[in-house]
């Protein structure tokens, strides 16, 4: 199959993982050098080491803020920006919490998995949004820990946000899964979704996953040397 254009389908869904910032430098969760290989996300990311230790949650999300506070978005992070403006309907839904699709210009993106920047007070319901890396405040006036608005594992899904991603999907006709292991749900169950829709799906991933069956086309590399290929005929 000849890879489709961007610009020959009237909507078109993004759905990026952690492979999409990779060549940025920030670490992919699975697979070689992955976060959980060397974190265990039970005593660092998740609710209940929130509620135990909520210092050493702490210490593991500042050495995230660090780490990514230092990548840029990459060439593919400013090509769906630039298809983002020049196309009528284009979504980005991504898993990732780095923010680097909005760095590179991208707007109403939906976050599934919540942001590394983004923070909640649980005892007294204050937000705020800080690229402050490491966060040198990790605790809110009220006197209680910031929780970072990150969807740990076991944390119910944000309703709102995954409802107007199933949306999208419903509506698409292209749907481009970028850098993603497809194993985490209910995101994982996306690209099922988008196929049960009638859309046309392409995966972007050096690796197979177990959703590959449900793409049209598989382009096995880099999400900087692959996503060029579907943005023929974008106006400059
Ligand atoms: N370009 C495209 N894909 C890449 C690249 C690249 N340069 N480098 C790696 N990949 C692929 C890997 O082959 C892998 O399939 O990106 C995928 C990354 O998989 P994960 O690390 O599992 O990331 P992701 O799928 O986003 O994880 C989903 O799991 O830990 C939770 O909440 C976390 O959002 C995350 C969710």
Known sequence: MEP???IDFPRVVIFSGAGMSAESG???????GGIWAEYDYERYAC???????PAAVWEFHNLRRVRVAG??????????????R??????????????????????DVLELHGSLWKLRCEDCGAT????????LEVRCRCGAHWRPAITWFEDPTDEEVFTAAAEA??????????????????????????ARSGAVLVEI???????????????RGPATEMLPLLAGGLPD
């Open 4 to 6: 489709p254009r961007l």
């Open 26 to 32: 920030v670490p992919t969760y699975r697979g070689a």
């Open 47 to 53: 609710q209940r080491a929130f509620d135990r230790d």
């Open 71 to 84: 990548c840029a978005p990459n060439s593919a992070h400013r090509l769906v920006a630039r298809a983002q």
């Open 86 to 107: 020049l196309h009528p309907s284009l979504s980005v839904v991504t898993q990732n919490i780095d923010g680097l699709h909005q760095l590179a210009g991208a707007t």
């Open 128 to 135: 705020q949004e800080t690229r402050q890396a490491p966060l």
């Open 169 to 194: 999907i419903r509506a698409c006709d292209l749907f481009v899964s970028i850098g993603t292991s497809a194993v985490v749900f209910p995101a994982a169950a996306l690209p099922r979704l988008a």
């Open 205 to 219: 991933n050096p690796e197979p996953t177990p959703a590959s069956a449900l793409h049209a086309l598989h382009l």
